[in-house]
T-cell receptor, first 109, second 116 residues
């Protein structure tokens, strides 16, 4: 079945550092891909999405490109802030929604 | 409210007790989903409603789990004879359309269930 594998955490970075969180997927067909973020005590919030190959999703300085050839959807941000500290989930939507295990990011001042 | 609302936020149950978790989706949203999120894991799909019809319940872990959405809006997830392994955060999400490519799901804050 469909599945998502993402980089294990936790990830700790200093403010203004470059962020990459790797995500790869296995799917039949052509799923849509998402990154969700979960702040402490809150529900999952959509960060960005891409619905077809080569699409780039972007929001709040975060970007991810749907790479069909490598079945990847890596999340990147050029300069992280303390407020970016959260758990990030990669997800795909095929017949149903499948999530990765989540990657906890801590950004230190 | 404007978002998906879940209640209670926290529930402590004794093993063997029945519990009911409520989800108020965004008004007018057609699709409603329930997920189970174990500690340190991503959400796992439980069940899906399109209006009042439960179209997919393949993720429900046992027949102790039951979900309903009788009027196509509010949904209740019921767990009978709770076990310790049921301890998790239960997330509800809604979506404005039928499932389809790129359809965004909006999540509630979840109900954290602890079974003692």
């Amino acid at each position: 079945g469909d599945s998502v594998t993402q980089m294990e955490g936790p990830v700790t970075l200093s403010e203004e550092a470059f962020l990459t969180i790797n995500c790869t997927y296995t799917a039949t067909g052509y799923p849509s891909l998402f990154w969700y973020v979960q702040y402490p005590g809150e529900g999952l919030q959509l960060l960005l999405k891409a619905t077809k190959a080569d699409d780039k999703g972007s929001n709040k300085g975060f970007e991810a490109t749907y790479r069909k050839e490598t079945t990847s959807f890596h999340l990147e941000k050029g300069s992280v802030q303390v407020s970016d500290s959260a758990v990030y989930f990669c997800a795909l939507l095929g017949d149903d929604m499948r999530f990765g295990a989540g990657t906890r990011l801590t950004v230190k001042p | 409210g404007a978002g998906v609302s879940q209640s209670p936020r926290y529930k402590v149950a004794k093993r063997g007790q029945d519990v009911a978790l409520r989800c108020d989706p965004i008004s007018g949203h057609v699709s409603l989903f329930w997920y189970q999120q174990a500690l340190g894991q991503g959400p796992e799909f439980l069940t899906y409603f399109q209006n009042e019809a439960q179209l997919d319940k393949s993720g429900l872990p046992s027949d102790r789990f039951f979900a309903e959405r009788p009027e196509g809006s509010v949904s209740t997830l019921k767990i009978q004879r709770t076990q310790q392994e049921d301890s998790a955060v239960y997330l509800c999400a809604s979506s404005p359309y039928n499932t389809g490519g790129g359809n965004i799901q909006y999540f509630g804050a979840g109900t954290r269930l602890s079974v003692l």
